[in-house]
């Protein structure tokens, strides 16, 4: 290997993108025993904390760094497609998702969204466990969201086990670690690739604000302004 062609380290995630991929690492297990464990309290604040991350990370898509943009990795099916002929050859490293991870990500993005979502209108006020928002919606319609919002886990279930699938694909075929660089921000490739261009820290903290305040009027029931 020539020094023109020697890998170097170069940025691939930044610290927002991380913290939000490696808190639903741990949330969504959470939050499936603190409602299969009658933790209903627990399980509201957890919900909370997912709201935040979850509109963070809908903000950072449009705000942050480049990699963390949804413009930098949703691509159309002939994207997708050429991708996928690609991986029997070999092709210098992606700085970001690759067009198939993209949609990966909006689909595990999307799932969460909708289970969250059913979950702020779901319970019975009778049992004391109520979403916040579940003063919005008539009891029929709150008992339909509570059989959805249980029912649906199963299907983020399976998308979570698909990424972890793709990930140890890539790890066992194409020897291609992805954890490593959730965890480091940062990935060996040729020299000359250009890395992930940083957004500023007050962009991030403004998103925070926004994110927070919003959970913080949902956990309040949506009261109009």
Same mark, same amino acid.
């Given at each position: 290997?020539?020094?023109?062609?020697?890998?170097?380290?170069?940025?691939?995630?930044d610290?927002?993108?991380?913290?939000?991929?490696?808190?639903f690492v741990?949330?969504?297990p959470?939050?499936?025993?603190?409602?299969?464990?009658?933790?209903?309290g627990w399980?509201?604040?957890l919900?909370?904390?997912?709201?935040?991350?979850?509109?963070?990370?809908v903000?950072?898509?449009?705000?942050?760094?480049s990699?963390a943009?949804f413009?930098?990795?949703?691509?159309?099916?002939g994207?997708?497609?050429?991708?996928?002929r690609?991986? =029997?050859?070999?092709? !210098? @490293?992606?700085i970001g998702?690759?067009p &198939?991870g993209g949609?990966?990500?909006? %689909?595990l $993005?999307?799932?969460?969204?909708?289970?969250?979502?059913?979950?702020?209108?779901?319970?019975?006020p009778?049992?004391g466990?109520?979403?916040?928002?579940?003063g919005?919606?008539?009891?029929?319609?709150?008992?339909?969201?509570?059989?959805w919002?249980?029912?649906f886990?199963?299907?983020?279930?399976?998308?979570?086990?698909?990424?972890?699938?793709?990930?140890?694909?890539y790890?066992?075929?194409?020897?291609?670690n992805?954890v490593?660089?959730?965890v480091t =921000?940062?990935?060996p !490739? @040729?020299?000359?690739t250009?890395?992930? &261009?940083?957004?500023?820290?007050?962009? %991030?903290? $403004?998103?925070?604000a926004?994110?927070v305040?919003?959970?913080?009027w949902?956990?309040?029931?949506?009261?109009?302004?």
């Amino acid at each position: 290997m020539t020094e023109a062609t020697a890998a170097a380290p170069v940025k691939l995630w930044d610290l927002p993108v991380r913290i939000c991929h490696w808190s639903f690492v741990l949330l969504i297990p959470a939050m499936w025993w603190t409602a299969e464990n009658n933790e209903m309290g627990w399980h509201m604040r957890l919900g909370l904390i997912l709201l935040v991350l979850l509109t963070f990370r809908v903000l950072w898509g449009f705000f942050g760094s480049s990699t963390a943009r949804f413009v930098s990795f949703l691509r159309g099916p002939g994207a997708v497609l050429a991708y996928f002929r690609s991986l =029997g050859g070999g092709h !210098a @490293p992606i700085i970001g998702h690759n067009p &198939a991870g993209g949609w990966s990500v909006m %689909a595990l $993005l999307g799932a969460m969204l909708l289970q969250l979502g059913m979950g702020l209108f779901a319970g019975d006020p009778y049992d004391g466990a109520t979403g916040p928002l579940n003063g919005l919606v008539g009891v029929m319609t709150a008992d339909s969201l509570t059989e959805w919002h249980e029912g649906f886990f199963w299907v983020l279930v399976a998308l979570i086990a698909l990424h972890v699938m793709a990930v140890l694909l890539y790890l066992t075929v194409k020897r291609d670690n992805l954890v490593r660089p959730m965890v480091t =921000g940062s990935r060996p !490739a @040729p020299a000359g690739t250009v890395g992930m &261009a940083p957004a500023s820290a007050w962009r %991030a903290l $403004l998103c925070l604000a926004i994110a927070v305040g919003f959970a913080g009027w949902i956990w309040n029931g949506a009261p109009p302004f």
